[in-house]
């Protein structure tokens, strides 16, 4: 009998002790990495669709990117609560399921509360479906760990796509609409003539080509 | 790990049944709400197409003085005032779906027209809804008509997936400014409705030519297909309305 419950207490402590910090280095490391040297969109190359075609102007790109965190961070936690539940054979599908419950969340509630932003990202909204970098995540990561761990991968992951598309936006907007966050630079004097290019998809290629450039320079990333 | 085949449907169907029914919660908890903002959205577009609402900010101000100064009727293809439908229900302009009208042919139409009342009562401007198609999916106006039926007072463009900073701008208030002061009929009384013409910053545009929009040629054609065939349709109504304030103007 004693020795049965010495061994109990032993087994818990086990489990207990490897409770590490809520931001252990560990766990800083899944947080700050695809902000920088595993960027969803300069490094993995994913969600560039999106990337190029809501970034013309910043607010709507300001929406685009709480939309995504949103959907990566929620459904990277609930895939990450069932995924000893889920059937290897049909993963994908309940993943896109999932992601799909979400996305139109998201897009009802914009509807509701944010009828003139869901009239500009309406179409976008549900692209989200889409965007690789909420699937990619879920397969190589809440498919694998623990709830905790996949939110903060999540916010790792959807901030770092959004920073970077906030950058290509500032980009086009200034020189596209000469304009930031739609205030019309003109108004303070700073008129110049503004770039067609940046309005288009290629002037996102562009921004983005040169933050790639820039950023591969600095970690000294190369693809094999 | 591998698992039955059982297993894999029951799990699916439950999954299924839980997000499906969290979908129908929100859904049908948010359309009030929703449903809200688009009238919200029609009555902001039909006020700021013949004014400016850009200081009320409270959306039930806007919708009093929507109440107050707003008057619907709607008119058939010959310009007849139209009250009840088919089957003898009353017609609102408001709740009728221009977009499901559009579908049918211009002479089985309906056609709201909304009268803005200035302070005293009296007829301000008129304004028409319209649609059309843009260059992904449709487009729709609100165009103002001033009492003199001919100039445009103002126009409030809408739609729905127009790109993003180029046939998108339409919504925009320089694009829409532009068609301020234009006017609709020629001086011998036909026709001529507005054109938008190609490339921007275009010099010696006549009354009946708006400026257009670089990269949107083919959201411009929409739009100008748009107010053609829709001021054709309304024109029976407006030379109505024209020949009847004669016939007061002459007994006065």
């Known amino acids: 009998m004693s020795t049965e419950t010495i061994e109990k207490t032993e087994v818990k402590e086990e489990v207990s002790q490897p409770a590490e910090a809520m931001l252990s280095k560990r766990r800083r490391k899944i947080l700050s990495d695809p902000l920088n040297e595993d960027n969803p969109i300069t490094v993995q190359v994913l969600g560039i669709c999106s990337a190029l075609a809501i970034t013309i102007k910043m607010e709507p ?18 895939i990450s609560l069932i995924r000893n539940l889920v059937p290897g054979r049909v993963r994908i599908i309940v993943q896109l399921a999932v992601i799909a419950t979400l996305v139109t969340l998201v897009s009802e509630i914009l509807k509701a509360y944010y009828f003139d932003m869901y009239k500009v990202l309406g179409a976008f909204v549900g692209l989200i479906i889409t965007n690789c970098i909420v699937m990619g995540r879920l397969e190589a990561f809440a498919m694998a760990n623990k709830p905790y761990d996949s939110i903060l991968d999540g916010l790792g992951s959807g901030f770092g796509y959004a920073w970077i598309i906030l950058v290509v ?21 700073l008129d110049f003539q503004t770039n067609g290019l940046m309005v288009d998809s ?16 600095k970690t000294g990333y190369v693809e094999h | 790990m591998q698992r039955s085949n059982t297993y894999i449907i029951i799990f699916s169907v439950v ?8 979908l129908s919660i929100a859904s049908v908890g948010l359309k009030p709400l929703q449903d809200k903002q688009v009238e919200l959205d029609t009555k902001k577009k039909i006020l700021g197409a013949v004014t400016d609402i ?29 009250e009840t439908n088919a089957k003898g229900e009353p017609i609102v302009a408001e709740k009728i779906s221009v977009q499901k009208n559009y579908r049918m042919k211009p002479e089985d139409r309906v056609y709201p027209v909304y009268k803005f009342k200035a302070e005293d009562g009296s007829i301000d401007a ?25 100039t ?7 739609h729905k997936a127009e790109t993003p900073g180029l046939g998108e701008r339409i919504t925009t208030e320089v694009i829409q400014s532009r068609y301020v002061g234009k006017e609709i009929f020629n001086d011998s009384g036909e026709l001529e409705s507005i054109t938008m013409v190609k490339g921007e910053n275009n010099t010696g545009l006549s009354i009946h030519e708006v400026d257009g929009m670089a990269g949107a040629t083919m959201t411009a054609k929409g ?10 349709c309304y024109q029976p109504y407006i030379k109505k309305v024209k020949s009847e304030g004669n016939k007061v103007a002459l007994t006065q």
Do not use: H
Not at chain 1, 208 to 217: E, F, N
């Open chain 2, 15 to 22: 999954l299924t049944i839980i997000l499906g029914g969290m």
């Open chain 1, 61 to 78: 790109t300001i929406v685009m990117s709480i939309a995504v965190v949103f959907v990566i961070v929620f459904s990277n936690l609930i």
């Open chain 2, 223 to 232: 739009v100008n297909a748009m107010l053609d065939q829709y001021l054709g």
């Open chain 2, 54 to 82: 850009s200081t009320i900010e409270d959306p039930n101000e806007l919708l009093a003085l929507y109440d107050q100064r707003v008057e619907s009727i709607v008119v058939d293809f010959e310009g007849n005032i139209v």
């Open chain 1, 169 to 189: 936006a500032f980009f086009r907007e200034l020189f596209g609409s000469g304009s930031i966050l739609n205030f019309k630079l003109a108004e303070i004097g």
């Open chain 2, 152 to 158: 445009v007072r103002g126009i409030a463009f809408d």
């Open chain 2, 126 to 150: 008129y304004v028409f809804p319209m649609w059309g198609n843009g260059l992904w999916d449709w487009i729709s106006a609100y165009m103002a008509i001033d009492k003199d039926l001919n």
């Open chain 1, 202 to 217: 290629i002037g996102a290629f562009m921004v983005l080509g040169i933050l790639i450039w820039i950023q591969r320079t």
